[in-house]
């Protein structure tokens, strides 16, 4: 029953922008967009999250379309140590309770 | 400041052995995770604290898996009786109660039952 659609693997050259996109075409008004990561071999980073509006951290920029059906990740200047598998889901404001991951993407930064 | 630490960060131990597992979650940090994670495989919750409500039990798989919380401190999980299909990297993570939505996720132990 996931609620977001990403795409299995993509590759990224070092140094180039990576767009890691997600649709969620049924999400619900009060529900945010997150995103995670999981680095082999690490527990799961938290990345950034946003609602309806463009958001940017020191990690990532995060673009929500307008109509809040898909998402884009986009990491400015991928490095080797980017490669990861990248996780989008929903999670309403103020939700406590166990985060449950789909298969996310598979990113894989090259020299 | 200081993330979410776990101890130890390896262990292995024998079949019908038990362990305990630590974590030490983020200072004012109210509400508290542990999650399992298979090898190649997604994270499966087991129990989750928050302040001093009781806590959600549902994802321990069996009677041999408990845990604990002090106060809103370190938290032990316990597996009696280990099993060889017990080995997976255990994860703890912890959020604030605001915005609890936000989990922060130790390096997690990485369990090996011969």
């Known amino acids: 029953d996931a609620k977001t659609t990403q795409p299995t693997s993509m590759d990224c050259a070092e140094g180039r922008a990576a767009n890691l996109p997600c649709n969620h075409s049924?999400?619900?008004?009060?529900?945010?967009v997150y995103w995670y990561r999981q680095i082999h071999s690490q527990g799961p980073q938290y990345i950034i999250h946003?609602?309806?509006n463009n958001e940017t951290n020191e990690m990532a920029s995060l673009i929500i379309t307008e109509d809040r059906k898909s998402s884009t990740l986009i990491l400015p200047h991928a490095t080797l140590r980017d490669t990861a598998v990248y996780y989008c889901?929903?999670?309403?404001?103020?939700?406590?309770?166990?985060?449950?991951f789909g298969k996310g993407t598979k990113l894989s930064v090259k020299p | 400041g200081a993330g979410v630490s776990q101890s130890p960060s390896n262990k292995v131990t024998e079949k019908g052995k038990d362990v305990e597992l630590r974590c030490d979650p983020i200072?004012?940090?109210?509400?508290l995770y542990w999650y399992r994670q298979r090898l190649g495989q997604g994270l499966e919750f087991l129990i989750y604290?928050?302040?001093?409500?009781?806590?959600?039990k549902s994802g321990l798989p069996s009677d041999r898996f408990s845990a604990e919380r002090t106060g809103e401190s370190v938290s032990t999980l316990t597996i009696q009786r280990t099993q060889q299909e017990d080995s997976a990297v255990y994860l703890c993570?912890?959020?604030?109660?605001?915005?609890?939505?936000?989990?922060?996720f130790g390096p997690g132990t990485r369990l090996l039952v011969l």
């Open positions: 889901i929903l999670l309403y404001r103020g939700s406590q309770g166990n985060l449950i």
């Open positions: 946003g609602l309806k």
């Open positions: 604290f928050q302040g001093n409500s009781a806590p959600d």
């Open positions: 993570a912890s959020s604030s109660f605001f915005g609890g939505e936000t989990q922060y």
């Open positions: 049924t999400i619900s008004g009060n529900e945010y």
């Open positions: 200072s004012g940090h109210t509400a």
